[in-house]
């Protein structure tokens, strides 16, 4: 069933994430960057057809037999932003993202993920929209992600960067709920579990996974379990 888009859920969210005592990662070794949780309405049925080339789909990564790369019959009721990067970019080429980048000089996480969430989706908020952090996410790549979840206000209109985002897709947050998700799975190269979060016809891995598995527990059940320490998949290290 999806979830209500109502000043309720803003509530519940905006209280547990207050409520949570959020772990900071400090490293100097690592670059500082922020990502957008954005928060909108969406309607069922609205997600029929991805509007993404196979390219952009998949751009070499393995897939899985049963899967085909395909964000389809995702929407409906309170919904998060979910980018799929172009296959033309140097860096993590189509894979799953939020809006999100570095932190320029003298910036917070806050303003970081405010202006990136202008700069590739084009969607324009104030500080007043934060509802909360999330805990840091330490990645393979040599960065500590602060997400920044914000609250859209209602439906909103998406116009991605075709630069670096190929679609823009409002995935209903009750497909985090799904009886399939999370699952966690051992690779030889490391001793911790990687987690994966089934959404439409393809794995969403960390660092987004653990960062919507977080927005599960966290924003929507009021779980304090950590993240930060779960995997993410080779192709993703670099």
């Not at 888009?5 to 772990?23: T, V």
Request: charge should be negative; charged fraction near 25%; proline fraction near 8%.
């Amino acid at each position: 069933m999806t979830i209500l888009y109502d000043e309720a859920l803003r509530e519940r969210i905006r209280d547990h994430l207050a409520g949570h005592d959020r772990r900071v990662v400090a490293d100097p070794t690592k670059r500082h960057a922020a990502v957008a949780v954005l928060l909108v309405d969406s309607e069922v049925g609205e997600d029929r057809i991805d509007p993404a080339p196979v390219d952009d789909r998949i751009a070499g990564r393995p897939m899985p037999a049963s899967l085909d790369g395909r964000m389809v019959d995702v929407s409906g009721g309170a919904a998060f932003l979910l980018c799929r990067r172009t296959s033309r970019l140097n860096s993590h080429p189509a894979q799953w993202a939020l809006p999100g980048g570095r932190l320029d000089p003298g910036e917070d996480a806050v303003a970081a993920a405010l202006r990136e969430l202008d700069e590739e989706v084009g969607v324009k908020l104030t500080d007043t929209a934060v509802l909360g952090l999330l805990d840091d996410y330490p990645t393979r790549s040599g960065y500590v992600i602060t997400p920044v979840v914000i609250w859209g206000g209602g439906r909103l209109d998406p116009q991605p960067a075709p630069a670096e985002v190929v679609a823009v897709y409002r995935v209903g947050l009750h497909q985090l709920q799904r009886a399939d998700s999370p699952r966690f799975i051992t690779i030889p190269e490391s001793p911790r579990q990687v987690v994966q979060i089934p959404l439409g016809n393809d794995l969403i891995h960390a660092p987004t996974g653990a960062v919507l598995l977080q927005l599960r527990w966290l924003g929507l059940e009021g779980r304090h379990d950590p993240v930060d320490e779960l995997e993410q998949p080779v192709f993703a290290w670099k």
